[in-house]
Structure formats: C-alpha cells, structure tokens
C-alpha cells in the first residue's frame, strides 16, 4: 500500500529534484508602500534557497529623496530549517515583517499605501528604452538602463545607471540620471527594468530593478530599486 507519508516523502523529494536542476533561487518581489508624503518607500522580496532549501526574505526601506537606504533601512531572514513541499518562502516574509514592524512604523509606512503600476516586464525582457504614462498627471517617462559588465569568471562585476526623461504634458521635458554606476557588483551579470511604480501623490517613481546574480545551479534572480523624487 501507497501510505500518504509515502506520498508526502516522495512529493518533497521532487520538489528538491527541481530546485536543484532548475534556475537558481528567484526571488518573488514584495511592494510594501510608502509614507504620507511619499518620500520614503519600502519593499521586500523572498524566497527559497537553492541550495539548502531554507525560506528567506529581505526588507528595506529607501529614502526617496537621497535614493538610498534609511538608517537601519534593511533587514533579513534565514530560516533555520528547510521549506516543506508546497512552501514559497512567504513565511519568511511574514516573520521578518512582524518581527520588525517598528522600522515601518518609525516612517509611518502603510501597507495599503501602494503606488500604481505604470509598467511591468514581458516574461522576455531586454534593456530597450521603457516608456509608460502616468494618467493622473499625463506625464509620459521613458527609462533607458545602460549596463556595463567586467571580467568573467568568479572576477565577474557590473554596474548600472538609467536615464530618466520626463515629458509632461504640454510638452516640457526634463531628465535624470539616476543610479550609482561606480557601485561595482560581483557576479551580477545582467540588470532589467522589473516594474515602475508611481507613488500616490505622483511625487516619486519607483524603478524596479532585476538583478541576474551567478550561482551553482544557473542564476539567482534579486531585486533592487532605483527612485526618483519627483
């Protein structure tokens, strides 16, 4: 007879087969919203290590302004046991947040809070010109990300920059750059526009970055964000 802890034992065994023959470990991307005047925003992302199969996540919190983390603006989660089949990781994401739900209060971020999606990524993506329109304010962006990658092997580095126009809607323009190109990676051999969200005041636009990272079992796939205040 068939016992269904068989059955359990055998579906954990090939959700680990696949795990480990598959991509590497891709991150699922969290927006956790922003403060009341939109000037700070917090995102997470989590997942399932490729390796030892233990549940992860990550938060942090970005001064939009300054495009760069607030004090103490990051946190992290390891699981110290593997995910059981049918696990995603999310449980790593709720106890990371619960466990540091006064960083968000501290900036008064508000789940509900979210800004709209402009854009998202077709599953194929390349690092051709991005462009998206904000109806509210009928503000048309257009991002260009220019990647430059160095080395090979374990010396393998990169970096990233995105030129930002903005086109209001009688027409005048106005344009950013918007990065940290001397910030060299390692192992991060490709960068894509993920998604760009505009906050709910229109005052800050979030570009949600992919970041290609090599690993054993192919590439790890995590994610960064640039921001703009507006």
């Known amino acids: 007879m068939f016992h269904s802890k068989s059955c359990f034992y055998v579906v954990l065994g090939l959700l680990f087969i696949t795990l480990k023959v598959g991509a590497g470990d891709i991150a699922?991307?969290?927006?956790?919203?922003?403060?009341?005047?939109?000037?700070?925003?917090?995102?997470?992302?989590?997942?399932?290590?490729?390796?030892?199969y233990k549940a992860w996540a990550d938060i942090f919190v970005i001064d939009v302004v300054k495009n760069n983390f607030v004090p103490g603006g990051k946190a992290s989660l390891v699981h110290n046991e593997p995910v059981i089949a049918g696990q995603d990781g999310a449980g790593a994401l709720y106890q990371i947040l619960a466990s540091n739900a006064s960083l968000a209060n501290r900036y008064g971020i508000n789940y509900l809070r979210q800004g709209e999606t402009l854009y998202i990524a077709p599953e194929e993506t390349t690092n051709a010109p991005v462009e998206c329109r904000d109806f509210k304010t009928g503000?048309?962006?257009?991002?260009?990300?220019?990647?430059?990658?160095?080395?090979?092997?374990?010396?393998?580095?990169?970096?990233?920059?995105?030129?930002?126009e903005q086109t209001s809607a009688n027409g005048a323009k106005k344009n950013y750059k918007v990065g940290t190109p001397q910030v060299k990676r390692s192992l991060i051999?490709?960068?894509?526009?993920?998604?760009?969200?505009?906050?709910?005041?229109?005052?800050?636009?979030?570009?949600?970055?992919?970041?290609?990272?090599?690993?054993d079992n192919d590439f790890d796939i995590r994610y960064m964000v640039e921001a703009v205040h507006l």
């Open 28 to 52: 699922t991307f969290v927006d956790l919203g922003f403060s009341p005047d939109n000037k700070v925003y917090m995102f997470a992302q989590y997942g399932v290590q490729s390796k030892l």
């Open 139 to 164: 503000i048309v962006y257009k991002a260009t990300l220019v990647e430059s990658v160095e080395g090979t092997g374990s010396s393998l580095t990169s970096s990233f920059y995105i030129n930002l």
């Open 189 to 215: 051999t490709a960068y894509h526009i993920k998604r760009i969200i505009i906050s709910p005041k229109s005052n800050a636009l979030i570009m949600v970055i992919t970041m290609q990272k090599k690993s």
